[in-house]
């Protein structure tokens, strides 16, 4: 009898058609195949990132099922290191597609439309410059992002090598 897991195969592989399907429309609008209307000033490679970050999480999720589903830490300790690497990867790449697309926004040309929203008692809920607001809070954000990246890289790096020097 195999352990219990915490998501199934089946739900695994579920989920993975689910982004899946998700994945296709902002993919296939960006490249242009299909007409999709995307907001102005948003390039094609924005839409065709955005729908890789599912597309990998349905890789992931894949994976998932293929090794027989997750547990609380992770894969089956019997699964093979390749699907770990595979799953690894697909991790990592959600993680710098959500870097790339966050750095377009605080930095990348054109306007913005960014709506705020302060619930906050005695804070006027119109604040003048939302723009630079904004792209102040993606700038922060695509910087801690990119620090995440780097140290997750730099992690990796140090456990390939620690695992290729064992006999």
Known sequence: MSPRTELIPRA???LAIVCLACSVLPILGGLHVIR???IEGIPGWVAVASGSTFLLAAAALAIDA???GIGKNGL????PASLRAAQNLCGFGIVVLIAVITT???VGKGARHFNLLLPLPFVSSALRDRDTLSRWAFGLTAVLLWIFVILTWVDGLRRFFSARQRP
Do not use: Y
């Open 12 to 14: 695994a592989a579920l």
């Open 36 to 38: 999709t209307r995307l």
């Open 66 to 68: 293929l090794a027989g």
């Open 76 to 79: 089956p300790a019997d699964a």
């Open 104 to 106: 377009w926004m605080a």
